[in-house]
């Protein structure tokens, strides 16, 4: 099978098989080598590596990971693309397709049978509808993992990779940050897919922390502290945590633990690190 990555075989394949995108699973195609080798290589994978695939689309970067790992896993939700799968990977012998959706798929289990349980690759262009649920699904679970790479919305791999006290710093960039360290590897065009889409696109490398870098007592406390500061950005971290419907501290005890922590009163969330996350929800256990 020749290389689907150039719009000519894409466009080739999409007519044979009648194929209509659809726009609700996000679908927009790799039609450019170039960055089809900058994915390859900001992953990293090698030979020894068991890769997971979320949404193939019609195999065009299937093709290049098959070639470049041991073995791939490929979980697609869009069943009229089973049959052109069947087609386009079928010189492959390291590629498994799977009909399903990623978000009810039990990845922990593909990487116990297909892995040994050793942390896995993720690589992926992912449908932007359903991204945050899909990466910090992949995070929260007890999928091993030892990185992810995936294509996303510019605008969310610089939410994803910003710090304090900038536009794009928020709870997204705090709960990626807590569990990987990010990169981000290229920008891409719209005109690299098929159909393109109206946004601006980033591959973005997350490398799994083997130990998150910072010690919190209640996890699940830190992550409602950043929500409920992000919720009311233009409010005091004060405000924010006192009028969260998630938590049920009182005045006092919020002003105590800020001091505790010491942190000023009248301090708003968006500068506050992830560390000063820490230290604030450990000063309120
Ligand atoms: N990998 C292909 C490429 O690069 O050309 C296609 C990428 S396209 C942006 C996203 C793919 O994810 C589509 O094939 C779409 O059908 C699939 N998809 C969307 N939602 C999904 C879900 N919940 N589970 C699995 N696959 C999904």
Redesign the pocket.
């Known amino acids: 099978m020749q290389k689907l990555s150039n719009p000519q075989k894409t466009i080739e394949i999409i007519q044979k098989y009648g194929f209509d995108f659809?726009k609700k699973?996000?679908?927009?195609?790799?039609i450019d080598p170039h960055v089809l080798d900058k994915i390859i290589a900001a992953s990293g994978i090698t030979k020894e590596d068991f890769v997971l695939?979320?949404?193939?689309?019609?195999g065009?970067?299937?093709q290049y990971l098959a070639e470049a790992a041991r073995e791939v896993t490929a979980?697609?939700?869009?069943r009229n693309?089973i049959p052109i799968l069947e087609e386009t990977l079928a010189g492959y012998d390291n590629v498994t397709v799977i009909n399903?959706?990623?978000?009810k798929t039990d990845l922990a289990a593909i990487a116990q049978e297909k892995n040994g349980g050793k942390p896995i690759k993720v690589v992926?262009?992912?449908?932007y509808y359903?991204t945050t649920p899909i990466i910090m699904g992949l995070f929260e679970s007890h999928v091993p993992l030892d990185s992810i790479t995936v294509?996303v919305q510019k605008e969310v791999a610089q939410r994803m990779q910003a710090g304090p006290g900038t536009k794009d710093y928020g709870a997204l960039s705090l709960a990626v940050q807590y569990y990987a360290e990010p990169y981000i590897a290229a920008n891409v065009p719209p005109n690299c897919f098929i159909p393109r889409p109206n946004v601006g696109s980033a591959v973005i490398r997350l490398t799994r922390y083997q130990n998150p870098p910072v010690a919190v007592r209640d996890e699940k406390l830190l992550f409602s502290l950043i929500r409920a500061s992000f919720n009311q950005r233009r409010k005091t971290l004060l405000n924010g945590l006192k009028n969260s419907s998630e938590l049920s501290f009182t005045k006092e005890e919020i002003l105590e633990a800020l001091q505790k922590a010491g942190l000023p009163e009248n301090v708003r969330g968006e500068a506050l690190t992830l560390e000063q996350f820490a230290g604030l929800a450990d000063a309120l256990v």
Request: hydrophobic share 50%; aromatic share 6%.
């Open positions: 659809q699973f996000g679908q927009n195609f790799l695939e979320i949404g193939p689309g019609i065009t970067m299937t979980v697609e939700i869009d693309l399903q959706d990623v978000l992926a262009n992912l449908p359903i294509m």
